[in-house]
């Protein structure tokens, strides 16, 4: 009964480079949520997706960043071109489903440093 | 404006006293409030969770949270405090409706020292 798997860790980046963040929701889990916690900042949500959708984006920054939830595999997170500012910390959790109260099971973060 | 406040960055207690942490929320319609604990290592573990009904609410590993509408507050409490609680606690605040995952409103989180 493993949880939410996020690797790596820790990513650090050049500026410039592609970070890459992997999530592996709990098995029978179908709905993935990225959050990102920057500096002094509670968590946000940015992307929910599920199976091969991305059903809500709205908290995702319009350029740079994207998600997906491939059939098979994990859900990827991806920055390009990283700059300072995307130093934060970004959790995911997954879900059973969306319906009312239902809890969602978060994984570890990975905390991604630009330098 | 929709916000969450958790007053204490840090707090220190020791082993065997008793700890209340503090959560303030500005919330327009009827809340649902969480209170999540992050261990060193671990990923955020929901404790316990208010919707409606009782306002004291009982969550796992011995902790309690109690709804105040009146002071818009839902401080999370614990008798006697274990070494093993050392952690960062988050409270949050959605809406109580499906689809609530993605519009909690988070607070920054209070981080809790345990001397032994």
């Known amino acids: 009964n493993a949880g939410v798997m996020q690797n790596p860790r820790h990513l650090v980046r050049r500026r410039g480079q592609e970070a890459r963040l992997r999530c592996s929701p709990m098995?029978?889990?179908?709905?993935v949520y990225w959050y990102r916690q920057l500096p002094e900042e509670g968590l946000k949500f940015m992307v929910y997706l599920q199976k091969e959708n991305i059903i809500d984006e709205s908290g995702m920054p319009k350029e740079r960043f994207s998600a997906e939830f491939p059939k098979e595999g994990p859900s990827i997170l991806r920055i390009q071109q990283v700059v300072r500012g995307d130093s934060a910390a970004y959790f995911c959790?997954?879900?059973?489903?969306?319906?009312?109260?239902?809890?969602?099971?978060f994984g570890q973060g990975t905390r991604l440093t630009v330098v | 404006a929709q916000s969450v406040t958790q007053p204490d960055i840090h707090i220190t207690v020791s082993e065997g006293a008793s700890l209340e942490l503090r959560c303030n929320y500005s919330?327009?319609?009827?809340?649902?409030l969480f209170w999540y604990v992050q261990s060193p290592g671990q990923g955020l573990q929901l404790l316990l969770k208010y919707f409606s009904g009782d306002t004291l609410v009982q969550g796992i590993k011995g902790f309690e949270a109690e709804f105040k509408r009146s002071q818009s507050s839902f401080n999370l409490r614990k008798p006697s405090v274990h070494w093993s609680d050392a952690a960062e606690y988050f409270c949050?605040?959605?809406?109580?409706?499906?689809?609530?995952?993605?519009?909690?409103?988070w607070g920054l989180g209070t981080s809790l020292a345990v001397n032994p």
């Open positions: 098995k029978g889990h179908s709905h």
């Open positions: 959790a997954s879900s059973p489903g969306e319906g009312m109260n239902t809890e969602a099971f």
């Open positions: 919330y327009g319609a009827t809340p649902y």
């Open positions: 949050a605040v959605g809406p109580n409706n499906a689809g609530n995952n993605r519009k909690l409103i």
